[in-house]
């Protein structure tokens, strides 16, 4: 596929940089020009995902993500973020909360690291800072809801973020918010946010998964159930029956995704909650894995 976009010569410009050092780490960015721009100049910022062990941000399905963002007209951007549990020690899996609280927090301070790149080179790159859509999937899907949750209680992760930024719209693939205290709450409205999960998806769980008395990682269902409370701006995907795989429906799901942001950037607050079956995504091993299959295999 990626041989014939190329003899079409319709595959966007890409580049690369280099956006921040943490650690002993160099962290980059591609960036995908699109040869057709939306007016708006609009941006979005691709996290992959991969249980904060593995993935790339130039790996087969996040260059096809950014190409396709691409070609709806976005500046399409994929980050690099540290993999804190690739390194991690190995605990007792019940344990494993602890390190992925901390995972979670270096994906955000990465993250952030990469919206302030962005902000202070927006003239160069072609972008509306104002118009700066965050999107993921699996780990990635939580790193940019826990990035605007971080963004939104002033918790110390997002410091990195440039004064007065707010996400034109966070849209996650099959993600959750930890929270300690085991109470999911904002101190304000966060950025209009479009949810994509499938209901039977344990691995990042749909409901919610507690990880010890104090602290659960809350999945979707349990997310939305707080933005319908407060009147927050969202829209909800849930896919019948679905596992992990809905992490990977970003492709077949981009009118949605379209939908969504331009709906955002006009302003219009609304809530859409929908149950959905869709065989434009195939059923995958990731079916009825569980986070503890996962991280078996990984640990």
């Not at 079409?8 to 280099?18: C, L, N, R």
């Not at 962290?27 to 979005?44: E, F, I, S, T």
């Amino acid at each position: 596929m990626l041989f014939m976009l190329l003899l079409a010569g319709i595959v966007s410009a890409q580049q690369t940089y280099t956006f921040a050092h943490r650690d002993t780490v160099e962290l980059k960015l591609d960036v995908y020009q699109p040869q057709h721009p939306r007016p708006d100049h609009a941006c979005v910022l691709y996290v992959f995902g991969g249980g904060f062990v593995s993935g790339q941000r130039n790996d087969k399905y996040s260059a096809q993500c950014c190409q396709l963002l691409a070609d709806r007209g976005f500046v399409a951007v994929a980050i690099d973020y540290r993999l804190y549990l690739k390194h991690a020690p190995k605990v007792p899996l019940l344990k494993m909360y602890t390190l992925f609280d901390t995972a979670i927090r270096y994906a955000i301070e990465d993250c952030s690291d990469a919206v302030a790149f962005l902000w202070d080179h927006a003239g160069e790159l072609k972008i509306d800072p104002t118009k700066m859509v965050l999107t993921g999937c699996s780990a990635g899907a939580i790193t940019v809801l826990q990035t605007d949750y971080s963004r939104v209680n002033h918790l110390p992760a997002a410091s990195h973020l440039p004064a007065g930024f707010v996400p034109a719209a966070v849209i996650p693939y099959a993600g959750g918010i930890l929270c300690r205290n085991n109470a999911l709450k904002y101190a304000s409205a966060p950025a209009p946010t479009c949810m994509f999960h499938g209901t039977s998806d344990k691995i990042v769980n749909y409901r919610r998964f507690r990880g010890s008395l104090s602290t659960s990682l809350f999945g979707t269902n349990s997310v939305a159930k707080v933005f319908a409370k407060n009147n927050y701006n969202y829209w909800v995907m849930r896919f019948e029956g679905r596992g992990h795989e809905i992490a990977i429906a970003l492709p077949p799901t981009i009118d949605e995704f379209c939908a969504f942001v331009d709906a955002a950037l006009s302003g219009r607050v609304m809530q859409y909650d929908a149950t959905c079956t869709d065989k434009a995504v195939p059923l995958t091993e990731w079916s009825k894995m569980t986070v503890f299959d996962l991280y078996l295999k990984k640990h």
